[in-house]
């Protein structure tokens, strides 16, 4: 099997992001999805921009551009959608993430999620 | 403030858009513009998504046109060139300089990183990322091409000689070194940008 591209933890979730938005998200609401998936951090508007275009230039993404909508000025939105690299890549990371997941509640116990999402969300509000 | 578009919803003022219009390189500009146009809430906000907005564009962009390995080694021939022409007219203008010569590759490359984020799309047909890119493929050959640059370089130098004088009269490039490094410096990066298209080919590509 060929080897897949490593993702960083941003474009891991600039793909999700894409994989959530069932291959209609374009820059809004993948920025939108990003910020929910990365909360409490906040991330900028460039950053979705820069990443889409290195995962695009990786072959893991393609993009189209959709007809001018009135909402936006009569301007067309560049939606994009997952690619067969893209999946695999995204399905390796989750994977790994997955194992990691396993290993740390071994040692911190089985509830240890739930208990650090509580008291993170107490915190972040 | 107080504008709207079609479907009464808040609109940014035309003279900001206009301005990130013109901010955005061209391949980019029609999305980017109608993500920050449905995102709008006040000026501010448009320009603080725009500041975030147009400079990675840009970076992106340049990235993509010329990746880093070939930047650098543009930045190394554009150096050599200026040191070789230094070494050619030392009698007419002195020995070569360091610092003259780093302050030529600097301007030099920032005129040409401004081409690359500015050209046309990347998936417009016959796209070349060489300094002087031809306005359709199939009119110049290659050696015109070469030529073109030459010739621009020439005039490209004397131009930023002025724009120089005016602001540091006392640091002035030497005229006869100046021209014949931008000569040089075209003549060796030339040929690596189109060889660069070449390779290009076969990478994935932004969708139409």
Same mark, same amino acid.
């Not at chain 1, 929910?36 to 991330?43: F, H, I, Q």
């Not at chain 2, 955005?24 to 006040?42: A, F, I, Q």
């Not at chain 2, 640091?171 to 030497?174: A, F, R, T, V």
């Given at each position: 099997m060929a080897r897949t591209e490593s993702l960083g933890p941003f474009e891991q979730l600039a793909l999700t992001a894409?994989?959530?938005?069932?291959?209609?998200?374009?820059?809004?609401t993948i920025h939108a999805k990003v910020e929910?998936?990365?909360?409490?951090?906040?991330?900028s508007l460039g950053a979705i921009y820069v990443t889409l275009d290195r995962l695009e230039e990786k072959g893991l993404i393609s993009s189209r551009q959709s007809a001018p909508t009135a909402e936006r000025g009569g301007r067309a939105k560049r939606c994009y959608r997952l690619e067969a690299l893209g999946e695999r890549a995204l399905h390796e990371s989750a994977v790994m993430a997955r194992r990691m997941g396993d290993s740390i509640a071994?040692?911190?116990?089985?509830?240890?999620i739930g208990n650090w999402g509580r008291q993170w969300g107490k915190q972040t509000g | 403030m107080g504008q709207t578009d079609g479907l009464n919803n808040p609109a940014p003022p035309k003279f900001i858009e206009r301005l990130v219009a013109r901010a955005?390189?061209?391949?980019?500009?029609?999305?980017?513009?109608?993500?920050?146009?449905?995102? /709008?809430?006040?000026p501010i906000g448009y320009l603080a998504d725009a500041a975030s907005a147009v400079p990675a564009t840009i970076l992106s962009r340049v990235r993509r046109a010329t990746p880093l390995p070939f930047l650098l080694l543009e930045t190394l021939l554009v150096y050599a060139g200026f040191l070789a022409a230094a070494y050619w007219s030392r009698k007419a203008d002195g020995p070569p300089n360091a610092w003259e010569a780093a302050s030529f590759t600097a301007i030099v490359?920032?005129?040409? %990183?401004?081409?690359?984020? /500015?050209?046309?799309?990347?998936?417009e047909p016959g796209f070349r990322p060489t300094p002087y890119s031809p306005p359709h493929p199939d009119w110049p050959p290659f050696w015109l091409r070469v030529m073109a640059g030459v010739y621009l370089t020439v005039y490209f130098s004397c131009g930023l000689r002025t724009f120089w004088w005016l602001a540091w009269p006392h640091? %002035?490039?030497?005229m006869v070194t100046t021209m014949r490094a931008g000569c040089i410096a075209s003549i060796l990066i030339s040929p690596l940008r189109i060889w660069l298209d070449a390779i290009r080919e076969d990478r994935p590509r932004r969708a139409r």
């Open positions: 894409i994989l959530a938005l069932h291959d209609e998200g374009y820059g809004v929910e998936l990365a909360r409490p951090k906040t991330v071994e040692i911190w116990g089985k509830d240890w | 955005l390189p061209r391949d980019c500009r029609e999305h980017v513009l109608g993500d920050l146009h449905e995102r /709008y809430t006040s490359m920032a005129g040409l %990183l401004w081409k690359d984020a /500015y050209s046309g799309p990347l998936t640091q %002035l490039h030497p």
